[in-house]
Each structure stands twice: as structure tokens, then as C-alpha cells.
């Protein structure tokens, strides 16, 4: 019964490898290089994300996934703990359920 | 990532609900970027309003430049934005050094704005304020990030110290910035400000070294209030969302 919306999404892995380039997009392959990006990763500590460089990530998000997906409005419901914390694994997984 | 020329340069644009009737267009601070509003105050805005946020030359994504960074400079770039984008009147709203631009604002160009929102702009003849331009080293930055920034909570990483450092020795030793700043320390106690006759809401952290500046302003200015907000100079990181519907309610009305 789902088969045109299941031929759109994505798997876990295929999203990973989606914010994978984002990342790389976003901060430059010389540092990606040097780091090893897992679902584990967190924005803030281990990928060194600052705040102007998540708006960038947040804005590839919204081009390729449309209304689809509310990324800024799920980013502004945390509060800054939530933020600091906030890992590879939990955005695919709001993806993924969005889908 | 949206990128407009304005006076020939590249400036990094946000916009959000661009079909609202009203705009509010909201200025960041030195040293800082526009995400300071694009996670939660600038959300809590549209729900109403058409909001611009737009990176400062030389911060964010926005072009680096050598020159210009005085207020009839910062105003010139901001009246061209409005310009560019169609921006026929605003509601204005600037933080910090943004607060200083949008005061500016509001003197030269008083027909393109509505109201105005002034959270934490400082007094630019304090010594200690303009201080921090002069004492620049890379312990004054990791103390200054360290105490100052909207990245308190976080420790930075090798890769952001760097960037940052490079953003600071950039500003500070390449760019007209210092000299421009010691060029507006009479700002205030220009007469000139008392003439603004924008309804103004003014914004201060409670336990914030700009107070005074605060009470200041709301003595001369005629139609402002001083509002109070828990927190210090850095109250849209501290309070994001009581800052955000502060403004919002204050341009509603």
C-alpha cells in the first residue's frame, strides 16, 4: 500500500551518508578527514559545530527534504542542554520518522 | 544559502514567512552572527511576521571587508538591504552592537522603520566595552569566549578556537573596526538620540553590565520602556523564548 512513499525513503543508512555530506559540506573536507563521524556524534563537542555552521546544515536539510521535514522548529523546541548534547543518531532518527 | 549583493558585496540573508504582511527585521551583534535569532526568536516572530536576519560584513557567512564598520556605514548597508529586498517600513529589533545600528537607524531613516526593539545595545564610550578591542590576545579570546559568548556552556574544540581566532585577529588587526568604534564613543551624549520618536521597548539583563545604559536610554528616549530580563548582557542565549515574545507582543500592539 506504501509502495510510491517507500521508493522516497530513506533508510537509516542512506540518511547518515545524507548528513555525512552535509557535514562535509558545511565544515570542510580537511577536517572531516581528521574525524571519525558516527551516529554517536554530537554537534557541538565532537564535530565542533558552531551556531552559524548548524543554520547552514539546518538550510541543506530544508532544500533537499522541503516541508517534508521541520528541522529549525524541532532544533528550537530544545533547550541549550538538549542542544549541546544533540547527536548524529537522534536527527536520523527525526528524519526517518518524518518521512 | 541565501546570498544577496548589497553595496557590492555578499551578505547571507534568512527569511522567514515571507507571505506576512509586516517585517520585522532583526540586527545581531559584534563578533556574532544571525543565529543568535534563527533558532528560537526568529520562529516565535513569524508566527506573525515576514522576519529578515542577515549576517553583519565580516561575520557569519556574510563577505569579509576592511573598511566601514561606523554606524552611518552600518546603516547604509542595512537602508540598501531594505532597498534590495522591498522593504518599504520595518519593525526593527538589534542586539548589542546591532542595537547600536538600529538607534542609528531610526535617526537618519525614521520613514522606513515602525518600531523599534533595542535589546542590550552598550554605551559606545565605555572605556571597558571598547577595552576588549584593545586588549586582544588569544588568552583574551579563550577568556572572553569563555565568559562572554553565546558558546558558555560548551567548550571549544580546537577547530573553533581557531576560527574564531582567525575571525578576531582578522577584525581586529586588518579592519577599520577599532578606529570606527572609538569614532562613535559620543553617541549618546549627542543630543540627537533624544529626538528619536519611534516607540521603543528596550530589553536589559537584569544582572547585566549595560543597565545603566539601559535607564539611560529610557530617559531619552520619549515613547520607550525599559523591560527587565533575567540574565546578563547575553539574555536572547539566556532567555531566548521570554526575548522572543517580549518583541513579538511589543510589535503586535
Given at each position: 500500500?506504501?509502495?510510491?512513499?517507500?521508493?522516497?525513503?530513506?533508510?537509516?543508512?542512506?540518511?547518515?551518508?545524507?548528513?555525512?555530506?552535509?557535514?562535509?559540506?558545511?565544515?570542510?573536507?580537511?577536517?572531516?578527514?581528521?574525524?571519525?563521524?558516527?551516529?554517536?556524534?554530537?554537534?557541538?563537542?565532537?564535530?565542533?559545530?558552531?551556531?552559524?555552521?548548524?543554520?547552514?546544515?539546518?538550510?541543506?536539510?530544508?532544500?533537499?527534504?522541503?516541508?517534508?521535514?521541520?528541522f529549525t522548529g524541532?532544533?528550537?523546541?530544545?533547550?541549550?542542554?538538549?542542544?549541546?548534547?544533540?547527536?548524529?543518531?537522534?536527527?536520523?532518527?527525526?528524519?526517518?520518522?518524518?518521512? | 544559502?541565501?546570498?544577496?549583493?548589497?553595496?557590492?558585496?555578499?551578505?547571507?540573508?534568512?527569511?522567514?514567512?515571507?507571505?506576512?504582511?509586516?517585517?520585522?527585521?532583526?540586527?545581531?551583534?559584534?563578533?556574532?552572527?544571525?543565529?543568535?535569532?534563527?533558532?528560537?526568536?526568529?520562529?516565535?516572530?513569524?508566527?506573525?511576521?515576514?522576519?529578515?536576519?542577515?549576517?553583519?560584513?565580516?561575520?557569519?557567512?556574510?563577505?569579509?571587508?576592511?573598511?566601514?564598520?561606523?554606524?552611518?556605514?552600518?546603516?547604509?548597508?542595512?537602508?540598501?538591504?531594505?532597498?534590495?529586498?522591498?522593504?518599504?517600513?520595518?519593525?526593527?529589533?538589534?542586539?548589542?552592537?546591532?542595537?547600536?545600528?538600529?538607534?542609528?537607524?531610526?535617526?537618519?531613516?525614521?520613514?522606513?522603520?515602525?518600531?523599534?526593539?533595542?535589546?542590550?545595545?552598550?554605551?559606545?564610550?565605555?572605556?571597558?566595552?571598547?577595552?576588549?578591542?584593545?586588549?586582544?590576545?588569544?588568552?583574551?579570546?579563550?577568556?572572553?569566549?569563555?565568559?562572554?559568548?553565546?558558546?558558555?556552556?560548551?567548550?571549544?574544540?580546537?577547530?573553533?578556537?581557531?576560527?574564531?581566532?582567525?575571525?578576531?585577529?582578522?577584525?581586529?588587526?586588518?579592519?577599520?573596526?577599532?578606529?570606527?568604534?572609538?569614532?562613535?564613543?559620543?553617541?549618546?551624549?549627542?543630543?540627537?538620540?533624544?529626538?528619536?520618536?519611534?516607540?521603543t521597548l528596550l530589553?536589559?539583563?537584569?544582572?547585566?553590565?549595560?543597565?545603566?545604559?539601559?535607564?539611560?536610554?529610557?530617559?531619552?528616549?520619549?515613547?520607550?520602556e525599559l523591560m527587565?530580563?533575567?540574565?546578563?548582557?547575553?539574555?536572547?542565549?539566556?532567555?531566548?523564548?521570554?526575548?522572543?515574545?517580549?518583541?513579538?507582543?511589543?510589535?503586535?500592539?
Amino acid at each position: 500500500m506504501d509502495t510510491v512513499a517507500s521508493t522516497a525513503k530513506m533508510n537509516n543508512d542512506e540518511i547518515f551518508d545524507l548528513m555525512k555530506q552535509f557535514i562535509t559540506e558545511v565544515i570542510g573536507e580537511e577536517f572531516v578527514e581528521e574525524m571519525d563521524i558516527t551516529p554517536e556524534s554530537s554537534f557541538t563537542k565532537d564535530l565542533e559545530m558552531d551556531s552559524i555552521e548548524i543554520v547552514s546544515f539546518s538550510e541543506k536539510i530544508k532544500a533537499h527534504f522541503g516541508d517534508q521535514i521541520d528541522f529549525t522548529g524541532w532544533l528550537s523546541s530544545m533547550d541549550l542542554d538538549q542542544l549541546i548534547n544533540l547527536n548524529l543518531g537522534m536527527i536520523i532518527n527525526y528524519i526517518h520518522e518524518c518521512q | 544559502m541565501p546570498i544577496i549583493k548589497i553595496n557590492n558585496r555578499d551578505v547571507h540573508i534568512q527569511e522567514l514567512n515571507k507571505e506576512a504582511t509586516e517585517t520585522v527585521l532583526l540586527i545581531h551583534g559584534m563578533f556574532s552572527n544571525l543565529s543568535v535569532y534563527y533558532f528560537n526568536i526568529a520562529p516565535i516572530l513569524a508566527e506573525h511576521f515576514h522576519v529578515v536576519m542577515y549576517d553583519l560584513k565580516s561575520h557569519g557567512m556574510s563577505e569579509r571587508t576592511l573598511h566601514g564598520y561606523d554606524l552611518n556605514s552600518m546603516t547604509d548597508d542595512l537602508y540598501a538591504l531594505m532597498e534590495t529586498l522591498d522593504l518599504n517600513t520595518v519593525h526593527l529589533a538589534g542586539y548589542s552592537f546591532g542595537g547600536l545600528i538600529a538607534l542609528k537607524m531610526a535617526l537618519r531613516f525614521p520613514e522606513k522603520l515602525k518600531k523599534l526593539a533595542i535589546i542590550e545595545a552598550p554605551d559606545p564610550s565605555d572605556e571597558k566595552a571598547r577595552g576588549i578591542i584593545d586588549d586582544y590576545s588569544r588568552e583574551f579570546l579563550e577568556h572572553y569566549v569563555e565568559n562572554f559568548t553565546d558558546t558558555t556552556k560548551v567548550k571549544m574544540g580546537k577547530r573553533q578556537m581557531e576560527r574564531n581566532h582567525r575571525m578576531y585577529e582578522f577584525l581586529f588587526y586588518q579592519t577599520s573596526i577599532k578606529n570606527d568604534m572609538v569614532a562613535e564613543k559620543d553617541f549618546f551624549s549627542d543630543s540627537e538620540i533624544t529626538t528619536i520618536n519611534k516607540e521603543t521597548l528596550l530589553l536589559y539583563g537584569s544582572d547585566s553590565n549595560c543597565m545603566e545604559t539601559g535607564k539611560q536610554l529610557s530617559k531619552m528616549i520619549k515613547s520607550s520602556e525599559l523591560m527587565p530580563v533575567p540574565g546578563d548582557h547575553n539574555i536572547p542565549i539566556q532567555e531566548p523564548v521570554l526575548v522572543g515574545n517580549m518583541i513579538n507582543t511589543f510589535f503586535m500592539n
